[in-house]
């Protein structure tokens, strides 16, 4: 599962360039032509863009990605991990959370269906064990595995999906300590938002990588998207290349994406079942018909073996599957 270091990410866009941009920023796209805008910045500590090609108006775009600024802003204050404000943080701190923001039911909704896809692999509560994890790395750059198993075994009780309650007028946790993490979905979740949003604004073409990739249309030149997946082993190498429809979204989780110690053993993707930074690959890219089931299904599969995907594939022919051994 992911956890409250921002996940890092192994897409990249194939003969196109973005250009050295920092910050939250509205600019003209390096390399692109004059009717396409680049918003660039940070939501929920992942790096973002929103690359929108609008011929008609550029005022009109600049005032769409405005919206969706906004809007990415909005979502934060109810997910974020960071934030001592947000719905969230209140949740993890109080053990209910009354009233919540109707935003929340999406995303939930999507973690039952992603944790019943990956066997139970998917499972949000993972927090007290990521926070176990860290403490111990803290201590111990270099903590034996019966070090890492005596320090999780506690923290494992304090995790259960199933231990979550939820209604319109409250969520809930029905044991003591446990705390909940929404960064294996809520990037996705963002990332399908503000699709939607330039959809209903009018657009046509747009790519939208908020931590999740989501194609809008299809490329100003009259193609599909096209991405490249890193390779997993060798930097600068690619595992894969795919194309994005119209609609379509990509994502990828990797176990080398956060390491919490120089020899990687610890890192960010906890298997619920163990407790355990343990994958069964060293990545997994899932293309699906939302960036909110490609974040979550690329977090929790990635602790499935071939016959289990074999089935994830079986009981959903519209995804795509590419794993890294």
């Known amino acids: 599962m992911s956890a409250p270091l921002p996940r890092r990410r192994f897409l990249r866009i194939l003969a196109s360039s973005i250009g050295g941009?920092?910050?939250?920023?509205?600019?003209?796209?390096?390399?692109?032509?004059?009717?396409?805008?680049?918003?660039r910045g940070y939501t929920l500590g992942a790096e973002g863009t929103i690359r929108l090609h609008a011929p008609a108006s550029r005022a009109r775009a600049e005032a769409a990605l405005e919206r969706c600024f906004r809007e990415m802003r909005r979502l934060e204050s109810l997910f974020s991990l960071y934030d001592a404000r947000s719905e969230l943080s209140r949740l993890n701190r109080d053990g209910r959370l009354r009233?919540?923001?109707?935003?929340?039911?999406?995303?939930?909704?999507?973690?039952?269906?992603?944790?019943r896809l990956t066997e139970g692999r998917f499972d949000p509560t993972i927090q007290p064990i990521w926070e176990t994890l860290t403490r111990l790395a803290a201590a111990a750059p270099s903590p034996t595995p019966a070090a890492i198993a005596e320090a999780t075994a506690e923290a494992r009780a304090r995790t259960g999906w199933h231990k979550l309650v939820?209604?319109?007028?409250?969520?809930?946790?029905?044991?003591?300590?446990?705390?909940?993490?929404?960064?294996?979905?809520?990037?996705?979740f963002i990332t399908d938002r503000i699709t939607q949003l330039l959809?209903?604004?009018?657009?046509?073409?747009?790519?939208?990588?908020?931590?999740?990739?989501?194609?809008?249309?299809?490329?100003?030149?009259?193609?599909?998207?096209?991405?490249?997946?890193?390779?997993?082993?060798?930097?600068?190498?690619?595992f894969d290349t795919v194309h994005l429809a119209d609609g379509q979204a990509l994502a990828t989780s990797g176990a080398y994406g956060t390491p919490l110690t120089p020899d990687g053993r610890l890192h960010h993707l906890i298997d619920p079942r163990s407790g355990l930074p343990q994958t069964a690959w060293r990545s997994l890219s899932v293309l699906a018909p939302t960036a909110t089931e490609a974040d979550a299904l690329?977090?929790?599969?990635?602790?499935?073996?071939?016959?289990?995907?074999?089935?994830?594939?079986?009981?959903r022919p519209d995804l795509r599957l590419l794993a890294q051994a």
């Not at 009233?99 to 944790?115: I, N």
């Not at 029905?174 to 705390?179: D, L, S």
């Not at 690329?298 to 009981?315: K, M, Y």
């Open 21 to 39: 941009l920092s910050g939250a920023a509205l600019l003209r796209a390096t390399g692109s032509r004059d009717d396409t805008c680049l918003w």
């Open 99 to 115: 009233d919540p923001d109707p935003a929340w039911h999406d995303p939930l909704a999507a973690c039952d269906r992603a944790h």
């Open 199 to 238: 959809r209903e604004a009018g657009f046509h073409s747009a790519l939208v990588e908020l931590g999740e990739t989501r194609a809008l249309g299809t490329h100003p030149e009259g193609r599909p998207w096209r991405l490249g997946i890193r390779d997993a082993r060798t930097p600068g190498a690619l």
């Open 298 to 315: 690329s977090t929790g599969a990635i602790f499935l073996s071939p016959d289990s995907h074999a089935r994830l594939r079986a009981a």
């Open 166 to 188: 939820r209604d319109r007028c409250q969520i809930a946790f029905t044991a003591p300590g446990m705390r909940l993490t929404l960064n294996g979905i809520a990037q996705g």
